[in-house]
């Protein structure tokens, strides 16, 4: 009698723990994050909710190797993190509109969001900030130049109209080359202008 109630609560100990356990891996994928100190943890890291429709967590969900359980964290409290080819920096970014124009203004003390990195280098970065879009719940993101050092980002495309050519010509008007090819239309795509500017407008 008394050994079956002494299996009957180890089973019950165990499920209370496994079973959290397993909740939490649902879901996730292998990932790390970059603390502030800059130290990487891997572990396993969710930032989305599945399903039919995609939701961006504030916080990341984040299990580190060996532990038990999952933290939250907001891009204040670390520098980034990734998972498969997915990689995310944390960076005090504020969206500025005035007279039909929206600027990207880079400055410490302003909110952190995290943004996904798609090309970097040490002179010019290329990032999508993600979002979701109300009407659709559709996952879309604006893309975003940084030069390093820079106070501000730029957007890149328009939607369907393409190369905001002003706006990156205004962005990179130290580099003649790059302003008269946007200009004559010759760059077309994003990479384009990010290696152009790469291969045209560094010094040796």
Same mark, same amino acid.
């Given at each position: 009698?008394?050994?079956?109630?002494?299996?009957?609560? /180890?089973?019950? /100990?165990?499920?209370?723990?496994?079973?959290?356990?397993?909740?939490?891996?649902?879901?996730?994928?292998?990932?790390?994050?970059? +603390?502030?100190?800059?130290? +990487?943890?891997?572990?396993?890291?969710?930032?989305?909710?599945?399903?039919?429709? +995609?939701?961006?967590?504030?916080?990341?969900?984040?299990?580190?190797?060996?532990? /038990?359980?999952?933290?939250?964290?907001?891009?204040?409290?670390?520098?980034?993190?990734?998972?498969?080819?997915?990689?995310?920096?944390?960076?005090?970014?504020?969206?500025?509109?005035?007279?039909?124009?929206?600027?990207?203004?880079?400055?410490?003390?302003?909110?952190?969001?995290?943004?996904?990195?798609?090309?970097?280098?040490?002179?010019?970065?290329?990032?999508?900030?993600?979002?979701?879009? #109300?009407?659709?719940?559709?996952?879309?993101?604006?893309?975003?130049?940084?030069?390093?050092?820079?106070? #501000?980002?730029?957007?890149?495309?328009?939607?369907?109209?393409?190369?905001?050519?002003?706006?990156?010509?205004?962005?990179?008007?130290?580099?003649?080359?790059?302003?008269?090819?946007? #200009?004559?239309?010759?760059?077309?795509?994003?990479?384009?202008?990010?290696?152009?500017?790469?291969?045209?407008?560094?010094?040796?």
């Amino acid at each position: 009698m008394f050994k079956r109630l002494e299996r009957y609560s /180890l089973l019950i /100990l165990f499920s209370c723990v496994l079973g959290p356990l397993s909740g939490q891996s649902k879901n996730y994928s292998e990932g790390y994050i970059i +603390t502030i100190e800059g130290d +990487t943890i891997e572990g396993l890291v969710k930032d989305r909710s599945g399903g039919m429709f +995609t939701d961006l967590y504030s916080r990341i969900r984040f299990k580190a190797e060996n532990s /038990l359980f999952k933290k939250k964290y907001s891009p204040d409290k670390i520098l980034g993190y990734g998972y498969g080819d997915h990689s995310y920096e944390s960076f005090p970014l504020r969206e500025e509109s005035s007279f039909f124009k929206i600027r990207y203004y880079v400055k410490e003390g302003n909110e952190r969001v995290f943004l996904r990195v798609i090309l970097k280098n040490e002179a010019l970065s290329y990032y999508h900030w993600e979002y979701i879009e #109300e009407d659709s719940n559709y996952l879309d993101y604006i893309p975003l130049f940084y030069r390093w050092g820079s106070e #501000e980002m730029v957007r890149v495309t328009q939607g369907a109209l393409g190369l905001k050519r002003k706006q990156l010509a205004a962005y990179f008007r130290d580099c003649p080359e790059l302003v008269h090819a946007l #200009e004559r239309k010759e760059l077309k795509e994003i990479t384009g202008v990010y290696y152009f500017y790469l291969e045209k407008c560094l010094g040796p």
